[in-house]
């Protein structure tokens, strides 16, 4: 049966890649997927013009995979990433190098065959207060919520035309993205989880702006609409680190489909291990330098 690795949020933390290149070594998975905020912070390198998250990418992720790939051969496993909101889409290049390697696949905005699946991968997030704006788009209006910044403000590493800026939602994304496929049978890698589920709870709870409460809930009511509607088999989030502390979830079902996140707190690396065709035997394992744990859905 296949064996499927999910890791998300690693934001450059050579610790927690360590422990994967460690789990990928040790247990051979099939597959493998990278759900964004993978490089260290993109912010601090879009003000500094610092060159990290590009070093990064040249000197841990292609080394660390590169390496991989001469010990496995033939069980190297297929890799999918997308990147984060907290990552420079300038280093798209970067990650389009390695792609000619072969080490892994870039997915944003594209869809590719798995076997008898079919991958998708989808970056973009709704505003955040946040000023790194590459990775970020409207949700299903140009509404904003409370305490955050629209996306044609702040900063980004790319230029975008102004109407995509102003006028492009995750809601349209998601539709172009998908057209009439049937979906029974997606793995959709995203790195925004859907609104109002376990999976995009904040610690927010008793904050205010300017007396208006904000929403603790700070997913996707897009990708959550799209997820009801279309039914994929399998999705993938990662983006709110606290919400399994404070929901005791990593996982969320949504009529058929299995949601699960990878998004963790800490120096932790949190890894979930999933068959797509026993979604519902998916397992959590926490990884760090005490050993690891692990938890199933069931």
């Not at 799209?226 to 399998?234: D, L, N, V």
């Amino acid at each position: 049966m296949p064996d499927y690795f999910f890791v998300s949020d690693l934001h450059g933390n050579p610790g927690r890649y360590q422990h994967l290149f460690s789990a990928i070594r040790r247990e051979k998975p099939d597959a493998v997927f990278l759900g964004g905020d993978l490089l260290p912070s993109g912010f601090l390198s879009a003000v500094s013009g610092d060159s990290s998250p590009d070093a990064f990418i040249q000197d841990v992720l292609e080394v660390g995979f590169e390496t991989l790939k001469g010990e496995l051969g033939v069980d190297y496993p297929r890799v999918f990433l997308i990147l984060g909101n907290d990552d420079t889409r300038s280093s798209e290049d970067d990650l389009r190098n390695g792609e000619k390697k072969r080490l892994w696949e870039y997915i944003h905005n594209k869809a590719v065959d798995l076997n008898e699946y079919l991958v998708f991968g989808y970056a973009y997030v709704p505003p955040t207060p946040f000023l790194l704006k590459d990775w970020e788009r409207f949700d299903v209006s140009r509404f904003t919520d409370v305490g955050c910044i629209p996306p044609e403000e702040g900063w980004r590493t790319v230029p975008v035309d102004e109407s995509i800026l102003q006028f492009a939602t995750i809601s349209e994304d998601l539709d172009r993205l998908s057209m009439d496929v049937d979906l029974s049978n997606a793995i959709f890698l995203f790195h925004a989880p859907p609104y109002h589920t376990h999976l995009d709870r904040a610690a927010l709870d008793g904050k205010y702006i300017e007396h208006v409460p904000l929403d603790v809930h700070i997913g996707s009511i897009a990708i959550k609409r799209f997820i009801e509607a279309r039914q994929p088999r399998i999705t993938l989030h990662g983006h709110v680190h606290e919400s399994s502390r404070l929901t005791s979830f990593w996982h969320e079902k949504i009529g058929r489909t299995f949601s699960f996140s990878a998004a963790l707190e800490g120096q932790t690396l949190s890894l979930i291990r999933f068959d797509p065709n026993q979604p519902e035997n998916a397992r959590r394992i926490l990884i760090d330098e005490r050993g690891m744990t692990e938890e199933s859905v069931l």
